[in-house]
């Protein structure tokens, strides 16, 4: 019998959700995604340390011989996420995501700025802009920035979503992918009521099918990513998902696992279902994003999250920016 992985590659697109490019290499997935964490953690990692020190390198002599270590560091940190996603494309076929500022996730301008400077970086090395896709946080704000990047043509992978009335203002923005996080929202619930939660009952696993199903009722072209897993189970609960970014310990539960796999999420079906249209605009948003607790709470978390993972990633430069010293 096949794996769970080589069957789950057979209705659904799966993509690593690391920064470490030993695994995407085992496991050999179509696409790949990083965020301020991953690439923090990434960075640590003495086998990519070169990759590290080419940035600094290159970071203090763009930066000039006044500049700081801290501007330096702050400099380079801009770049290492595309040193990352440029080593990562060597071995994916498809496409990499490589995230905005998440401190920039209430500033509409400042987020298609970085967005650009990202985009330009690829660019520069030779890459398509098809083989990259721009993260930003589902904010309202980041969703507009969205949409006229997209208009730009600079793709966009809106990641911290929650709730559908974010899923459905990324839709309308012609968005290329959305990245609902399925095992956070499994962790609110489970502090919020106490209770544990398997299978098809898990919140998470339902908010990411709610949004699959909507999508396809209504032909939106915007494709569902679920992300954030803490288990095979909401894997597997998500088989036929456009879709799924898998951490490399998953993916090599899935690999190691025969089991049947049944197909979840089918768009056929999606079709027949009874779904009420949602028209969506800011306060329609703002108004749903107040109601729902979760989305709102773990919106905020996220952010405040990814941006303290750039402050200790920013940190972590100049300490090593130190150690290099400086240039003879």
Not at 16 to 30: C, T
Not at 228 to 252: H, M, Q, V, W, Y
Not at 259 to 274: F, G, I, V, W, Y
Not at 295 to 310: M, Q, T, V, Y
Request: proline fraction near 3%; charged fraction near 30%.
């Amino acid at each position: 019998m096949a794996t769970l992985l080589e069957q789950l590659r057979n209705m659904t697109t799966v993509v690593a959700d690391s920064g470490d490019i030993n695994s995407i290499k085992k496991f050999k997935p179509q696409d790949s995604t990083t965020n301020p964490s991953l690439i923090a953690t990434a960075a640590q990692m003495p086998e990519y340390s070169s990759i590290v020190d080419d940035v600094l390198k290159t970071a203090r002599q763009q930066a000039g011989d006044r500049a700081t270590d801290k501007e330096v560091a702050a400099y380079a940190f801009k770049t290492l996420a595309v040193a990352f996603g440029r080593k990562i494309l060597d071995i994916v076929p498809g496409r990499v995501s490589t995230e905005v500022d998440a401190r920039l996730s209430f500033d509409k301008q400042k987020t298609m700025d970085q967005a650009r400077d990202i985009i330009s970086q690829y660019d520069k090395a030779g890459i398509s802009r098809d083989r990259v896709l721009i993260k930003i946080a589902s904010t309202w704000e980041g969703i507009q920035a969205a949409e006229q990047l997209e208009k730009d043509g600079i793709h966009c992978n809106l990641t911290l979503l929650f709730g559908l009335h974010q899923a459905i203002a990324c839709a309308e923005a012609k968005v290329t992918l959305v990245s609902p996080f399925v095992g956070r929202i499994l962790d609110w619930y489970k502090k919020d009521t106490g209770k544990d939660y398997k299978g098809s009952e898990d919140p998470g696993v339902q908010s990411v099918t709610t949004i699959y199903n909507y999508y396809k009722k209504f032909d939106y072209k915007t494709v569902v990513m679920g992300a954030s897993f803490r288990n095979i189970g909401e894997i597997t609960e998500l088989a036929g998902c456009d879709l799924l970014t898998i951490a490399p310990k998953l993916l090599e539960e899935l690999d190691s696992t025969q089991s049947d796999l049944p197909r979840k999420l089918d768009p056929a079906k999606s079709k027949q279902m009874e779904i009420q249209k949602i028209p969506m605009d800011q306060q329609t948003f703002e108004k749903m994003h107040a109601k729902d607790r979760m989305a709102h709470d773990k919106l905020k978390e996220g952010i405040e999250g990814f941006s303290k993972a750039l402050e200790e990633l920013e940190q972590l430069l100049e300490k090593r920016l130190a150690e290099i010293g400086q240039p003879a």
